[in-house]
């Protein structure tokens, strides 16, 4: 032992990597290599070495409960219904042991109004290392599977993939931006992975995650939004109940949702509809802010006013809300 204790830590670490190699195929002698190992490095536990030089899945790795609400309650502007149910929904998915199904998210609403951002922040508190990891991957309609005649190619590409990242890491992340411009066939692919089966052809799926972004519905989210205001109700004021209903059939009608009388929802199997409601005139100032801090410049209340009166707002008559929402802050922002 002692002879072995002065190997130095470059050959401690390749045996602790040729370990992970065979670690598919000899849970038992594995097992055997890793307490010699822990042994070895003494402190560090096996995982942990080599978690430091290699990104890992961690599929048991509970989520930060407190951490996705503190970020999502200070950077994500105006959405306190997605910022619940998308809080409810994580840790609800990753307190249970046993999830019967993968679970599925499907964000609505106006463009600019944070789907892309807030994936994005739940990529991170999944997989640390975000959309850059290699456990969380987009998939942007228009990029990967802009052909209609290619649509059987797209079906056995898209299942291909799924069936391979999620054989290689359990909590693999799938987002699926602009749905909208889906073709339905494509998404009808992966059906059988989102449902409840504890296995299909030996790979269980219930601990992926899917999210799904559209802009579909967002009409009527703006006009359920438009009724509180006009009633000079709260913004705040409105409930999911006031939308998950209207969206769900909406969406499910909507040729254009990319969902269009999909399995998906005709089987349940999106577990929650998630509205972002459209971004008023404060909420582009509170990004025109937010952008400005993130550049590290000091806030300027002048520049911020001027940037959010040159965004155009809807509908004509009362020019409430904002027609891109916060999307194009950030290159305005460069002009002044
Ligand atoms: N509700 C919001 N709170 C804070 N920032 C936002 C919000 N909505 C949009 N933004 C900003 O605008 C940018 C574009 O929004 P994005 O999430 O891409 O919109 P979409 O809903 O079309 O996916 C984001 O990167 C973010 O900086
Ligand atoms: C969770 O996040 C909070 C806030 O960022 C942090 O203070 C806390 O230490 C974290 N908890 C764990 C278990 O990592
Ligand atoms: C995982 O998904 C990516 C697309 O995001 C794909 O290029 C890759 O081949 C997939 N990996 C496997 C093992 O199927």
């Given at each position: 032992m002692r002879q072995v204790a002065r190997l130095g830590r470059?050959?401690?670490l390749g045996l602790l990597l040729a370990v992970h190699a065979v670690a598919a195929f000899e849970p038992i002698t594995v097992g055997i290599a890793i307490g010699a190992a822990t042994a070895l490095t003494g402190y560090l536990s096996y995982t942990d070495l080599y978690c430091r030089f290699a990104e890992c899945c961690r599929e048991k790795q509970p989520l930060n409960a407190s951490a996705?609400?503190?970020e999502l309650e200070e950077k994500l502007f105006g959405q306190h219904l997605a910022t619940e149910v998308i809080l409810k929904a994580l840790t609800g998915f990753k307190n249970n042991k046993n999830p019967k199904?993968?679970?599925?998210?499907?964000?609505?609403g106006w463009a600019g109004t944070g789907k892309n951002f807030v994936s994005q922040i739940v990529a991170e508190h999944l997989h640390s290392?975000?959309?850059?990891?290699?456990?969380?991957?987009?998939?942007v309609s228009t990029l990967h599977f802009p052909h209609e005649q290619q649509i059987k190619l797209y079906q056995d590409q898209l299942q291909g993939w799924i069936r391979g990242n999620v054989s290689t890491c359990a909590?693999?992340?799938f987002i699926f931006d602009e749905m909208d411009k889906l073709h339905p066939g494509v998404i009808d692919a992966i059906k059988p992975f989102l449902d409840y089966y504890e296995q299909v052809d030996g790979v269980s799926y219930r601990k992926a995650i899917f999210i799904f972004l559209s802009n579909a519905g967002g009409d009527l989210i703006t006009k359920i939004a438009l009724d509180?205001?006009?009633?000079?109700?709260?913004?705040?004021?409105?409930?999911?109940?006031?939308l998950e209903p209207v969206l769900s059939v909406g969406v499910f009608?909507?040729?254009?949702?990319?969902?269009?009388?999909s399995g998906l929802i005709d089987r349940n199997l999106i577990d929650y509809f998630i509205p972002f409601l459209p971004l008023e005139y404060r909420h582009v100032k509170m990004c025109v802010r937010a952008e400005m801090r993130a550049r590290g410049s000091a806030i300027d209340e002048d520049i911020v006013t001027r940037v959010a009166d040159e965004m155009t707002f809807f509908p004509k008559s009362e020019k409430i809300y904002s027609d891109k929402g916060c999307k194009t802050v950030q290159s305005r922002l460069d002009f002044h």
């Open positions: 470059g050959a401690v996705l609400k503190l199904k993968p679970l599925t998210l499907s964000l609505h290392k975000g959309l850059r990891s290699n456990f969380v991957h987009l998939f909590s693999s992340v509180f205001w006009r009633a000079g109700r709260k913004r705040e004021d409105i409930q999911l109940k006031d009608n909507n040729k254009h949702s990319g969902l269009w009388h």
